[in-house]
């Protein structure tokens, strides 16, 4: 098929598609991904260098995502959580009296916003605190403000290399401006609003699933009591097991990247047929569709975490879950995606009871 104008394979078989991101993972090293770190510095970050620019970056930045310093962090990610706490308990407070709601996509993401804040710059962005703190609203404005209208992005999400060529920028000064004086080179906006939202898309499935909320209440609280004053440890975490199987199927349900694209660097020869994919071709793997499969997942729609009981993932073929993506080039950020989530649900789940 063709995305606006680039020729683009759509892989729905597993077997391949384990052949793409892992096998023949030279082949599909990058993802034709708008890069321009010349005009547009922020542009410039791992998710779109390619080549021997991502090679030496992602080996660069490796060690920052080992279990030893998510551990080491993960202290700095709890001492955020009782701010959470604190910001929740103020907004629940606030609605009682005004008989409102408690907007909870946005409380996630200041968590998450001071979470990256702390650990990844040592600032205090004191988001949970002032809900319009800068570091927030700039994080807010990357999503929400483009430079260009639609026809102008479309143009340049599928001419990238042209229009890198062109010297095109793709983010408002502003924004780059921001980010650019508190770092370079770091990995970053792809760091809060994905954990935040799946924190969010957890919630409502457990607010919709009282039996569900309960059990992995329940699981929180049996594994805290062993811990000393009842605080959250790395070591507790791993404990709830049950806390993980729920993660797991928010991100089947609810897959924050909705596909995984690639680009051949060479014409590649689909195995086993007569079929070539173009150099330059892109390839786009259908992760939603994946994930929502009647044949893989019976009753898609429906929230359920035995999903993920030990054996019925075993009983699975290895692509058919794919919310961090996999092979060289997954999400650098799994670990430290999932503990933080983890960390800021176990801060609320263990005080307030979510409802719809
Ligand atoms: C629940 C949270 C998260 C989800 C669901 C998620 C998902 C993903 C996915 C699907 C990809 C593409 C993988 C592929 O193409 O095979 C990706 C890449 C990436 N993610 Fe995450 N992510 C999460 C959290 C994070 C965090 C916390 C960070 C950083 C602190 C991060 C940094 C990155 C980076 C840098 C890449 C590009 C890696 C590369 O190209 O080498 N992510 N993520």
Not at 128 to 153: C, T, Y
Not at 235 to 264: C, G, N, P
Not at 292 to 300: A, L
Request: hydrophobic content about 40%.
């Amino acid at each position: 098929m063709f995305m606006f104008v680039k020729r683009t394979a759509l892989i729905i078989d597993l077997d391949l598609i384990k052949q793409v991101l892992i096998k023949d993972f030279n082949y599909f090293q990058d993802r034709g991904a708008f890069n321009n770190p010349r005009d547009d510095p922020l542009t410039g970050h791992l998710f779109s260098l390619e080549g021997d620019e991502w090679r030496a970056m992602r080996h660069k930045l490796t060690p920052v995502f080992t279990s030893g310093k998510i551990k080491h962090m993960s202290g700095v990610v709890v001492e955020v959580g009782h701010r959470l706490f604190d910001a929740m308990d103020k907004a629940v407070t606030v609605s009682r009296v005004e008989d409102g709601d408690v907007e909870i996509k946005d409380l996630c993401a200041r968590f998450t916003t001071d979470v990256i804040g702390s650990c990844a710059f040592g600032l205090e962005c004191n988001s949970l605190q002032d809900p319009n703190a800068e570091f927030r609203a700039m994080g807010r404005k990357h999503f929400e403000s483009r430079r260009h209208p639609q026809i102008v992005h479309s143009f340049i999400m599928t001419n990238a290399k042209l229009a890198k060529k062109l010297r095109v920028k793709m983010l408002p000064d502003d924004i780059t401006d921001f980010f650019m004086s508190a770092v370079r080179n770091t990995v970053f906006v792809a760091g809060f609003e994905t954990s935040s939202s799946t924190m969010s898309f957890c919630l409502y499935e457990l607010a919709l699933n009282q039996d569900i909320q309960q059990r992995v209440r329940q699981k929180i609280d049996s594994v805290l009591s062993s811990t000393e004053g009842g605080e959250i440890t790395y070591d507790a975490l791993a404990e709830m097991t049950y806390l993980e199987q729920v993660l797991a199927e928010t991100l089947r349900k609810y897959s924050i990247v909705s596909h995984l694209v690639r680009e051949a660097n060479r014409d590649y020869k689909v195995p086993g047929t007569d079929i070539v994919i173009d150099k330059g071709s892109n390839i786009l793997i259908p992760v939603y569709n994946i994930h929502h499969d009647p044949d893989i997942y019976s009753q898609p729609e429906k929230f359920d975490p035995s999903r993920f009981d030990p054996e019925a993932v075993k009983s699975r073929h290895p692509m058919a879950y794919l919310p961090f993506g996999d092979g060289p080039r997954n999400c650098i950020g799994l670990r430290f995606g999932k503990i933080q989530a983890k960390i800021g649900l176990v801060s609320l789940l263990r005080h307030f009871k979510f409802a719809a």
